[in-house]
């Protein structure tokens, strides 16, 4: 017998909008928020939902993770984005049910009434039918999952600072990123710079010759979405930083400290302290439940096919943007990325369509504009593909800066980033290497009882033979990982794909 959902009743943000057409938006990213603000002169009433109270500029979530900026560089409150708006009232929970027909969503276990519903949930990501890797390889997502790279990449150099032995060590500063997109690349050079200049005055012992940085993709070039040239100047650039790239290669086996894969030469076994994940994303769980709900068409990842006004078929007051939705009515007849671009301009016509039906004024009409796609390598490196205009380079780098600043929704975090940028450029040093989030540090949470692998019991240092070494290294990470299974699952509302970063 299906749950009894009480419905849940709100005063509209103005009295002058009690009777006006009530518009809700789910989910508070690129999309969402394009929505909101298109909406800001229309008569309509706007609920704007998310699981978060913040919105994720994604793309920059790798700079998080290595140091370069904080989390609130990145992240702005939605109240401050668009809850000013005199029409919009942000509510914070989960949207976990559709009910189309009675223009009704479930929400807090509530049912909750809309005129017009926009679903912009975003994307998670994926491990092809491998859940448990999520454990030893965090993907990068959402904020909690940036942390928690760093924290592991900061304690794993921290361990190898004091440990005695140069298997440890190596095996400590030892990086293995499975995903050779945008996101990968750009990871393994912020990785790169990280442990080889970042952090080379402040770390005594270290050894930056036995860093070991491995970027593994099952395809035969990086940044395929990109042309051939750049492809080729990426891969250049990152080798120039010492990073390996390993082509054809598939993740068969994944284990604390330990990486199998496939490769035309044969099984290839990577011992390191971190691997990341950056090789596949998934759409929001919601696209399967409209499915469940009205019968309308997904492609084969899940995603819900559109029209080209972004609505559901037999379904007009229904919209689906972002990653969410699988949009085939290109000038190409290719289906429009999933990429922070595409999902703005989407969101924005949406809430212009909206609020002219509302109006009863003419319709528009989307046409996309591809600004092209981007993905920086290095402090000052970057490849650009503009409308077919190629740069690599200091101005690559630029253009990539530029654009990111340009997509920002919030002027203050504008302004921080190109400040730490300048800082990080001039200084070669990181504004946000705190280490937080050790499992010692939080109630409730156990806690290994050896703070290093190079002591027994807390008290002296071990044998420092160097198969005993590396166990120790290996043990302690494996301690380290498993007290940091309780991060959220990746699949907040308002999220873009593993190809945000190329900002199209």
Known sequence: MAAEHFFLELEPPEERLRDAPHVVIVGGGFAGVRACKALAKADVRITLIDKRNFNLFQPLLYQVATGLVSRGDVATPLRQLVGKQNNVQVLLGEVTNLKPESKQIIFNSRAYSYDHLVLATGSGSTFFGHEQWRTFAPPMKILEHAEEIRRRLLMAIEQAEQSPDPAARKFLQTVVIVGGGPTGCEMAGAVSELMRNAMRREF????????????????????????????????????????????????????????????????????????????????SHLGRKLAEAID?????????????????????????????????????????????????????????????????????NFNW?????????????????????????????????????????????????????????????RASMLLTGMPSQHIGLDAPDAPFPMQSGGTGPSISAPDAALKAAMEYYSNQVSGHQDHPADTSEGSTDDSAAAMR
């Open 369 to 429: 504009f591809d600004f092209g796609s981007m993905a920086v390598l290095d402090r000052v490196d970057a490849v650009a593909d503009l409308r077919g205009l190629k740069f690599s380079g200091g101005i690559g780098w630029i253009l990539w800066a530029l654009a990111h600043l340009a997509f920002m929704p919030e002027r203050e975090n504008r302004l921080t980033l190109l400040i730490k940028w300048i800082f990080a450029v001039t200084s070669q040093q």
């Open 296 to 364: 309308c068409e997904l492609d084969r990842a899940g995603r819900v096919v559109v029209e080209p006004d972004f609505s559901i078929q037999s379904h007009p007051e229904i919209r689906v943007v972002g990653d969410l939705c699988s949009y085939l009515h290109t000038s190409s007849g290719n289906p429009l990325p999933g990429m922070a671009g595409p999902a703005t301009q989407a969101g924005g016509f949406v809430g212009k369509d909206i609020g002219a039906i509302v109006a009863q004024r003419p319709r528009p």
């Open 204 to 283: 005594k012992q270290l050894n930056t010759e036995d860093t070991r940085i491995v970027l593994v993709d099952p395809g035969d070039r990086l940044l395929k979405a990109m042309p051939e040239s750049l492809s080729k100047a990426a891969q250049s650039s990152l080798e120039k930083l010492g990073v390996e790239v390993q082509f054809k290669a598939r993740v068969q086996t994944m284990q604390p400290g330990e990486v199998t894969m496939s490769t035309p030469e044969g099984d290839l076994l990577i011992q390191a302290a971190t691997v990341i994940w950056t090789a596949g994303v998934r759409p």
